[in-house]
């Protein structure tokens, strides 16, 4: 089955940490640049980060120096370390994989960043 699994969303206060991960499946991971995007209430979905399938990576503006992607190709997985949570960061994250003209997206979870 083609599809993208996000975990590790949930409630943290201001300044914590996350770590979300996506695990792909039915599709040759290694070739796919991964990223993840965010959501928030009454907003457009926004790039975040993304890494190619040569393992390069980049950040909106916003999060560099707070977050960072990775990914293990064997493991068919990439994660998203988010350290300094502020609560502008709370959103909807979702995994995406992308090729050429084909988008994969997952389901999406729950960042909350609240005292």
């Known amino acids: 089955q083609v599809q993208l699994v996000e975990s590790g969303g949930g409630l943290v206060q201001p300044g914590g940490s996350l770590r979300l991960s996506c695990a792909a499946s039915g599709i040759r991971f290694s070739i796919y640049a991964m990223g993840w995007y965010r959501q928030a209430p009454g907003k457009q979905r926004e790039w975040v980060a993304s890494i190619t399938s040569g393992g390069n990576n980049n950040y909106v503006d916003s999060v560099k120096g707070r977050f960072t992607i990775s990914r293990d190709n064997a493991k068919n997985t990439v994660w998203l370390q988010m350290n300094s949570l502020k609560p502008e960061d709370t959103a909807v994250y979702y995994c995406?994989?992308?090729?050429?003209?084909?988008?994969?997206w997952g389901q999406g979870t729950q960042v909350t960043v609240s005292s």
């Open positions: 995406n994989a992308h090729r050429g003209t084909y988008d994969l």
